[in-house]
């Protein structure tokens, strides 16, 4: 998936559980509403020595995902990317009530395992950034990007993680 971007609403697959309007998880930690989301992934940067070197701006990019509470605790978030290309992410939450997840991608022909960090800011706000040390040949390289993801919706009746179940 290292078109340059990475999708993030891969955070999102489920048990479509009740959770209350405002749900904190027994933690105390605010957990982000089930549902659609809008992704605005920030300018970042690629940077790589060796043999070669290149400093690359990597473009803002906009899209869409979905977040599914993968636990009713709100200790697991699915996040599910809008085009079948970019890669989900399962986010789990550690000890400070941020969530941590990994996900393979490609850039420039490198392959690299990219740590995705969010902060819940509220139920529809969430504040994050996918970093990277990948080497390859001799070339060590640093991937940075922060984004953004906005609430824009809940999920539709029969709307599960990976597919839209039709009713008859």
Request: proline share 5%; net charge negative; glycine share 8%.
């Amino acid at each position: 998936m290292f078109r340059v971007r990475i999708v993030l609403p891969a955070v999102l697959v489920a048990t479509l559980c009740a959770l209350p309007a405002t749900s904190q998880g027994a933690s105390g930690c605010t957990c982000p509403k089930e549902g659609h989301w809008n992704v605005q992934n920030h300018e970042g940067w690629m940077d790589c020595t060796g043999p070669i070197n290149f400093k690359r701006k990597l473009k803002p990019v906009k899209d869409k995902g979905r977040i599914f509470i993968e636990e009713e605790d709100c200790s697991s978030l699915f996040g599910e990317a809008s085009q079948e290309q970019d890669e989900d992410v399962l986010m789990n939450r550690i000890d400070d009530c941020t969530y941590e997840g990994t996900i393979s991608d490609e850039e420039e022909g490198i392959s690299m395992e990219i740590e995705i960090t969010w902060t819940i800011e509220s139920e529809q706000h969430i504040k994050g950034e996918m970093s990277a040390e990948p080497s390859l040949q001799g070339m060590t390289c640093e991937y940075f990007r922060p984004f953004e993801l906005t609430w824009e919706g809940p999920l539709k009746k029969g709307e599960v993680s990976g597919s839209f179940e039709t009713e008859e």
